[in-house]
């Protein structure tokens, strides 16, 4: 049945930047048709992408190469994996590990078997290893203790694995890091941006990780069938379905985020206008409410089988469940706010008032859902693909300008107080590992990473006020060098307003989670799981068409996945 | 060995920080390296020298009040002047002069360490710019050196490719150009190298031990703490 075209008639304006980049409410985002993720499935699935695994060399523990080459309308690609053993001394999600379960490289094409075995030597060594422009991605990934090995055991004695486990858990293996843009001396992003399947952010990487949850699953399948031959049996199909990949990310993101303000605007200005768009549909037709309708009450359930151990988390979760009841209340069918104009607007404003942050942040998810046509276009437009040219005839006068108008939740900080300050963030000698250190008690202040934009805004805007107005940022900024990447900031942050987290890294009150959260979303995970306010763990593609499910039906009908209810046997 | 431009362009930045520059100048030049690494032309050792000059204390700022009547001088003198701390407040000058319609001489800066890192400085900023600039200079026996960057792309006016390698400071000439240039030179566009970049391991080695100058010692409690993910091994 074709939908009823969407009528928008009012316009609603964006949410301001000094609501939607808050640290809090970016710490309560969800994932959104426009999320990396789900882009990337849809293109899959239009274009009839094909993912074949041409060499599975693994030995009965599991051990050695697999391939899968993915065939897309222009180009190939493929994922490189190693599988090895691993020491349990060695196993860790930090950066700072040094082994894994499975290592990865996303190769340009399909490799050689000079380049596989070059890869071979490489790969393994993670970011010890040395790669060429061919190489675009580079990942790793580590066996989830909680699950694998009892999947695989389930699978060996001829039984499917108890889907409430895989529920808990949702992946078989977690990803603890996956590098790209040039990494040592992979591919620039340059090299590929001109691709249509690979310009918008994060592509590549997404690619990979999803083709590494299809590794995961053949390799416990694999693991079943050497164990016990006769026995084994394979994974259920709605099982595996429910299977994501996991992930485990830490401070490495928000940093990231800061030093990149024109993108990170271009992702959060989508999914405002996403949400205005829907939010200015004058009438909500009877289907569009139908499909919202489902997928809330799914979500409902998506909810009840999200857990973690996280105490912040979990009475987040309790909270969010009352939410959807209420959401789902006030939009039953026949509900009085669908026969006003604008009822999206209605359902969102009521929202507003009565539902937690994370309750909000929900309801924009689902709001998303039933209008593909006018929200899927959004997520094609997310890169930047141009550098932000400094102005340096603006003068001192227009400077302050932009800076009492944009800057204001900068300038609102205190910076006399210590704990605005109480935090300094660095790379430690280990690997590089992003941390963030106590400023007062800790080495190695003077080698803090330059990402307290509050801070930085704070000292522009003294020494501004001790400038002529009609001086140009040329002059002015040959006597303060030292802010120069400031006033450079400044300039983006009048362009673009969504480029600024509007809090204050370096003060007490700052959950990094909060940054890491708002960047996960937008990647399309779920399950958010912290293990503290500094790291957490997700889970990617749970509910996503598995590799041969891609050309079938509906490819983007995952969101919010629930647990299925199985219990069939198949011989492998 | 292959380096990618991502990593030049972040470990000179890195690099320029360590030994003392600004944030914001380490950006540009960072900038500049990758934009001369991508039209294939040049030599990243060039960039090296100059963060040597700085570290060595040969090269020095400049003196502001004379460089806003666009004359840059190293600051004390009798040191050199800096390309990385002096380009880009140059390129600014320069810049600034065509958007407010002041008319200036040719800007001038004298006793640069570096020549063609300024060039590449100008060759990044002149990406968005509806005009170009010309710069010229002479070293030792070569003679002179003229180009102009154009948009991200250079006309090697006189001189040749080979002149960009020679390490001897010198006077520094820089003014605005309002055409487009004839296509008459050497022309280098961009984006002509975006596969492999090749850089010698030593010249590399030297970058990168500026960069890694901003790691920080790790510490029993940066190691269990700093990263916030708990014990450092998993057993879930």
């Not at chain 1, 090299?191 to 399947?197: F, G, I, K, L, Q």
């Not at chain 1, 049996?233 to 990149?260: C, E, Q, Y």
């Not at chain 1, 008032?353 to 689902?366: P, R, T």
Request: proline letters at 5%.
């Amino acid at each position: 049945m074709t939908a009823q075209a969407a009528v928008v008639a009012t316009e609603v304006q964006l949410r301001p930047p000094a609501e939607v980049m808050r640290l809090d409410r970016m710490g309560a985002s969800f994932q959104t048709r426009i999320s990396f993720t789900r882009r990337l499935i849809r293109r899959m699935h239009r274009e009839r992408w094909r993912i074949e695994r041409t060499r599975f060399d693994l030995d009965d523990k599991g051990y050695g190469t697999a391939l899968y080459v993915v065939t897309t309308p222009e180009c190939c690609y493929s994922l490189v994996c190693f599988s090895h053993y691993l020491e349990p001394e060695q196993r860790t999600d930090r950066v700072i590990a040094e082994a894994w379960d499975a290592t990865f490289s996303l190769f340009d094409g399909v490799p050689t078997v000079a380049d596989i075995e070059r890869l071979a030597e490489q790969t393994p060594k993670q970011e010890a290893g040395r790669f060429q422009a061919s190489e675009l991605v580079l990942g790793r990934a580590n066996k989830s203790l909680r699950l694998f090995g009892r999947v695989v055991d389930s699978l060996a004695q001829g039984n499917q694995p108890d889907a409430n486990a895989i529920n808990a858990v949702g992946y078989l293996m977690r990803s603890t890091a996956v590098y790209a843009n040039g990494k040592f001396g992979m591919a620039d992003r340059t090299r590929y941006a001109d691709r249509p399947e690979l310009a918008p952010p994060y592509q590549a990487e997404m690619l990979t990780v999803y083709l590494i949850r299809g590794f995961t699953l053949d390799l416990v399948e694999h693991l079943a069938s050497c164990r016990d031959p006769d026995r084994a049996v394979a994974l259920d199909r709605r099982l595996k379905r429910h299977l994501g990949i996991g992930n485990a990310t830490g401070l490495g993101m928000a940093p990231f985020l800061v030093s990149h303000p024109v993108l990170i605007h271009n992702w959060f200005q989508a999914r405002e206008t996403a949400l205005a768009k829907i939010r200015s549909i004058e009438v909500a037709t009877s289907d569009r409410q139908a499909r919202f309708r489902v997928l809330l009450a799914q979500t409902e359930r998506h909810v009840a089988e999200w857990s973690t151990g996280d105490e912040r988390q979990t009475a987040r979760i309790a909270a969010l469940r009352e939410d959807l009841r209420l959401v789902t209340k006030w939009a039953a069918e026949g509900s009085e706010i669908f026969h006003r104009p604008a009822p999206w607007d209605a359902l969102y404003r009521r929202a507003q008032g009565a539902v937690s942050i994370e309750g909000q942040e929900l309801l924009v998810s689902l709001l998303f859902e039933p209008y593909p046509e006018l929200i899927d276009e959004l997520g094609e437009a997310l890169q930047v693909d141009h550098e932000e040219i400094f102005d340096p005839s603006m003068t001192v006068a227009e400077m302050c300008a932009i800076v009492e108008s944009h800057y204001s939740w900068a300038l609102a900080v205190d910076f006399a107080d210590p704990q605005e300050s109480q935090y300094f963030w660095y790379y430690s000698e280990e690997k590089i590992e992003p941390r963030r250190g106590t400023r007062r008690g800790e080495p190695g202040v003077e080698k803090e990473m330059k990402i307290a934009v509050a801070r930085d805004v704070h000292a522009f805007r003294v020494a501004l006020g001790e400038a002529h107005g009609d001086e140009t940022m040329a002059a002015f900024l040959m006597r303060h060098a030292e802010l120069r990447h400031v006033a450079r900031r400044v300039q983006i942050g009048a362009h673009y307003a969504y480029a600024e987290i509007q809090g204050n890294v370096i003060s007490e009150s700052c959950s990094p989670i909060d940054i890491l959260r708002g960047k996960l979303a937008f990647f399309g995970a779920s399950k958010f799981d912290p293990k503290s306010d500094l790291w957490t763990r997700i889970t990617m593609y749970q509910g996503a068409p598995l590799d041969d499910e891609l050309d079938a039906g509906d490819a983007d009908d995952w969101c919010f996945p629930v647990k299925p209810v199985i219990v069939t046997c198949t011989s492998l | 060995m292959h380096v990618s431009l991502s990593e030049i362009q972040t470990t000179v930045c890195k690099a320029a920080l360590a030994v003392g520059v600004p944030l914001g100048l380490g950006e540009d030049a960072g900038w500049a390296a990758r934009h001369m690494m991508l039209i294939g032309f040049g030599s990243f050792a060039v960039f090296v020298d100059a963060l040597d000059a700085i570290e060595g204390g040969r090269s020095t700022g400049f003196d502001a009040d004379r460089a806003i009547d666009g004359k840059f001088g190293p600051e004390p003198t009798g040191l050199l002047l800096s390309a990385i701390r002096a380009g880009p407040s140059a390129c600014d000058l320069v810049t600034s002069t065509a958007a407010t319609d002041i008319k200036f001489s040719p800007i001038t800066l004298t006793a640069v360490d570096v020549p063609s890192v300024i060039l590449f400085e100008i060759l990044a900023a002149t990406v968005g710019m509806d005009q170009g600039q010309c710069v010229t200079w002479t070293t030792g026996d070569r003679g002179r050196f003229e180009a102009i960057c154009w948009r991200g792309s250079l006309v090697l006016i006189k001189g040749t490719p080979e002149d960009l390698l020679v390490p001897d400071p010198a006077d520094i000439t820089m003014h605005l150009v309002a055409r487009k240039p004839p296509e008459r030179g050497m022309t280098v566009n961009q984006c002509i190298q975006r596969e492999a970049v090749e850089i010698d391991a030593a010249t590399w080695h030297r970058v990168t031990t500026y960069a890694d100058r901003l790691l920080v010692v790790a510490t029993e409690t940066s190691r269990l703490i700093g990263a916030g993910a708990g014990g450092v091994i998993d057993v879930d």
